[in-house]
């Protein structure tokens, strides 16, 4: 299973990005998706997830009401829709699956696949 992630760039502050994933090499609909985040010099870190089917969602409490995570099952694709971007936001940002799973693992050990990482930088 081969996740891509890609939309990162620089923003200022207040600007919005949307980020993409797109998922190759497995069963799409089998998977919970999830996007972390890792600033520098800190630990990796939960943003948002989303059942296989779109219908369930869970978002960290900091980027909840400005970030929005979707999917499209047809192209294979989790999206992460970002808005009112704070400086605080600037990380590397990573899709991850979860065969099974849950929108409420929060966790990196408990997601299966990992994409490379897109970066975002958000300028005062």
């Known amino acids: 299973v081969q996740l891509q992630a890609s939309g990162g760039g620089l923003v200022q502050a207040g600007g919005s990005l949307r980020l993409s994933c797109a998922v190759s090499?497995?069963?799409?609909?089998?998977?919970?998706m999830g996007w972390f985040r890792q600033a520098p010099g800190k630990e990796r870190e939960f943003v948002a997830g989303i059942s296989w089917s779109g219908g369930s969602t869970n978002y960290a409490a900091s980027m909840k009401g400005r970030f929005t995570i979707s999917r499209d099952n047809a192209k294979n694709t989790v999206f992460l829709q970002m808005n009112s971007l704070k400086p605080e936001d600037t990380a590397v940002y990573y899709c991850a699956a979860d065969q099974g799973g849950s929108v409420y693992y929060t966790r990196d050990y408990e997601y299966d696949y990992w994409g490379q990482g897109t970066k975002v930088t958000v300028s005062s």
């Open positions: 090499g497995g069963t799409f609909r089998a998977y919970t």
